[in-house]
């Protein structure tokens, strides 16, 4: 199943993810209410019968926030020339920890020069969601490859995991504000990634096959690196 991600289609503008976000943030809020008045109606001493549900939902709500907050940064942006490894390796020191909790080994190929005009923090969130996801996705053993090669007007960033694959109906999803199949998830991860992407005049496309894994390739405009001008004499 191969799909490319249509922004037009998936991503909404600030101002509509600002209403949903808020809106997803109040359903938590709304259910820690609900277990405090609870417990203030019941009048027992004890009530670490609710504790976990409690932080459970205040966790969600958190989660919501910090995704949100790394989305809404853009006015924050400084846009310089960076070598595209060198923003990938400090996402992979990032993510080693994770990969190493799930038994997850890395496979990484960075030896190709691209210098590319971002904001490198912003590509940095972006990148983390694919390769986060794809640890996610992946079980005790397997494995999350990440490539990077050069063409002449893009650099090709591959991660592919040995994970559990999306269905074709799935992959349509993918990109959708919310749409997590995660316990945990908030969805919002790679809506973040995308936007971003498509905000450096990037693209990405999702192959993924169930019970066999996913390939997200991401595409980025490069640029010919500034060569300084040093007078010869
Ligand atoms: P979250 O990670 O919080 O669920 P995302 O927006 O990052 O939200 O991802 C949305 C959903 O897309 C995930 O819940 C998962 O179902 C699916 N997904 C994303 N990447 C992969 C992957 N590499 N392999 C399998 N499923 C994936
Ligand atoms: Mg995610």
């Given at each position: 199943m191969k799909a490319e991600i249509q922004r037009s289609e998936k991503l909404n503008t600030l101002g509509e993810l600002a209403a949903s976000i808020a809106h997803e943030v109040r359903n938590p809020l709304t259910v820690v209410k609900g277990f405090l008045q609870l417990m203030k109606k019941e009048n027992k001493d004890d009530h670490t019968q609710y504790i976990p549900l409690v932080l459970s939902e205040l966790g969600r709500a958190e989660a919501i926030i910090n995704d949100y907050l790394n989305f809404a940064k853009p006015e924050f942006k400084k846009i310089e020339e960076c070598q595209l490894s060198?923003?990938?390796?400090?996402?992979?020191?990032?993510?080693?920890?994770?990969?190493?909790?799930?038994?997850?080994?890395?496979?990484?190929?960075?030896?190709?020069?691209?210098?590319?005009?971002?904001?490198?923090n912003q590509l940095k969130q972006a990148i983390v969601n694919f390769v986060k996801n794809a640890i996610e996705a992946t079980d005790d053993g397997g494995m999350v490859s990440i490539k990077l090669t050069n063409h002449p007007q893009y650099a090709r960033l591959s991660v592919k995991d040995t994970g559990k694959g999306m269905t074709p109906e799935q992959v349509k999803r993918i990109g959708t504000l919310f749409y997590t199949t995660k316990d945990k998830g908030t969805g919002l991860g790679t809506t973040v990634s995308l936007r971003i992407i498509e905000s450096i005049g990037g693209r990405v496309k999702y192959e993924s096959k169930l019970e066999v894994g996913t390939e997200v390739t991401v595409f980025l405009p490069i640029i010919e690196p500034t060569v300084e001008l040093v007078s010869g004499n």
């Open positions: 060198d923003i990938i390796y400090e996402v992979l020191f990032l993510m080693e920890p994770l990969a190493l909790k799930q038994g997850v080994q890395l496979d990484i190929d960075l030896d190709t020069r691209c210098t590319i005009k971002t904001d490198r």
